[in-house]
């Protein structure tokens, strides 16, 4: 009996030791593990793009990252982690030389980001040698136009959230608004002046030229209150905008609407949750129309000129991707019992729109799935799995916000998953595009 215990008692301690050295894993130990399975599982093994010190990553998903000849990936660096930005946090801009051993070259600064969306930091369509970003200048939100080639850079008057196709114009909408409404998503720095009014009638969504900087208010917060939701008056309400993006012919955009029964507080906030609505307007504002009613649209991707695919809640469906067609009450479900959960979807470049890129948040054991999925033959080809320790929550948890480079044979993304921070790594998708196409 006495032998019996003691063998008891010394197995228990060797569970608790093992299971106290498995908790005491360091994050590189963890993210080896991740590498390990994601390689046995037969995954792509992702190139790594930047590495500490600082961290690294590009933010939204709908933007251009990589330059017309596929050379330079652009990115953003800080060197910490893990609380809200301040209004004296400067956020490096830079971009990594693909041809040159993945070497970051730095190009400005900005004063004017969030974790999410960064500082809109992106190409500017239609020029080989312009980039373009969000910055603070004074008491006033602006964006910078930087030439990689002369290292001249202008100042605009307005930031932009938005760029036409052919990089002619910007759309864009308050930040300090969106600051006080959806803490994470603006920027710190400037008091919304507007701070006191529901539905401002002198802001909203501009329209601004990006050689002259001359710009117009289109849409304002007051128009938007003044549509009704079943009937029931808007007015009360304190309404902002967000995720704003023009049709690929550059004629008609896409926004929602966004507003809360009170102002954010923290002792509120989980109690007040934000109502959305997503409507479509032509480039100057007019023809409104009011796309997704159901106050439950998420992300979304243009699918050419008429019909837009988002994550959404119809009324009287469940939760889903689905195709939204502009002008027209026609909902039509996509990766139905194979897209289950929400994510940020694009259409790989030079597919048709066959191909959709996505990803998801973390699931319950903390991974976050990278994947293609394939409209015709419904497929879905798992690019990997990628771990997201528990401290990337929030405000500023890690999305993988998936982008594909002008070509669409890269995927790259923003991850946590390797012990060094947040990093970009991408991961060649040509072949699994190819090899659908040959069988």
């Known amino acids: 009996m006495k032998n019996f215990i003691v063998k008891f008692l010394l197995g228990s301690i060797g569970s608790l030791f093992l299971l106290f050295s498995l908790a005491c894993r360091s994050k590189q130990e963890k993210a080896n593990l991740v590498t390990q399975n994601n390689s046995e599982l037969g995954y792509p093994k992702p190139i790594k793009l930047t590495s500490g010190p600082g961290y690294h990553w590009f933010g939204y998903y709908d933007k251009l990252q990589v330059d017309p000849s596929g050379r330079y990936v652009l990115g953003m660096k800080v060197d910490f982690e893990g609380r809200s930005p301040v209004a004296e946090d400067t956020l490096e801009i830079g971009m990594v030389d693909l041809k040159a051993n993945n070497k970051w070259i730095t190009l400005g600064k900005s004063n004017a980001w969030g974790w999410q969306q960064g500082c809109m930091l992106q190409w500017r369509p239609g020029s080989k040698n ?26 605009l008057p307005r930031p932009i959230y938005t ?72 007015e009360n309400y304190w309404h902002y905008f967000n995720h704003l993006l023009i049709a690929p012919d550059n004629e008609r955009f896409v926004f929602l609407h966004r507003y809360r029964r009170a102002k954010v507080t923290e002792d509120i906030q989980g109690e007040n949750p934000f109502i959305t609505r997503m409507f479509t307007a032509n ?3 007019g023809d409104p129309y009011l796309l997704d009613p159901s106050g439950n649209t998420s992300h979304f991707i243009w699918n050419g000129n008429d019909k837009i695919c988002a994550w959404t809640r119809p009324e009287g469906r469940p939760d889903g991707f689905y195709m939204l067609h502009d002008k027209s009450d026609t909902i039509e479900p996509i990766g139905k019992g194979v897209m289950t959960a929400n ?49 990337y929550t929030g405000e500023w948890r890690c999305d993988l916000h998936p982008r594909s480079d002008r ?33």
């Open 343 to 391: 994510g940020h979807n694009t259409y790989v470049p030079n597919t048709n729109n066959e191909w959709i890129l996505n990803d998801t948040y973390p699931k319950d054991d903390r991974k976050q799935e990278l994947y293609l999925y394939h409209l015709p033959t419904k497929a879905r080809t798992e690019l990997g799995r990628f771990f997201s320790p528990e401290e």
């Open 283 to 285: 480039i100057n504002g």
């Open 407 to 439: 070509d669409g044979n890269w995927a790259i993304f923003d991850s946590t998953h390797d012990g060094d921070g947040r990093q970009m790594y991408m991961v060649n998708i040509e072949r699994i595009i190819e090899d659908r196409l040959e069988n």
């Open 163 to 234: 760029l036409s196709n052919d990089g002619s114009f910007a759309l864009g909408t308050e930040f300090n608004r969106i600051q006080d409404l959806r803490p994470g998503y603006g920027y710190p720095g400037i008091p919304d002046p507007y701070a006191s009014v529901n539905a401002p009638k002198d802001i909203g969504i501009y329209r601004m030229d990006l050689e002259t900087g001359d710009n117009q208010l289109i849409i304002s917060m007051a128009d938007m209150a003044n549509i009704p939701k079943n009937g029931e008056t808007l």
């Open 130 to 155: 312009e980039v373009v970003w969000n910055d603070r200048e004074g008491d006033s939100f602006v964006s910078r136009v930087y030439n990689i080639e002369t290292q001249k850079m202008r100042t």
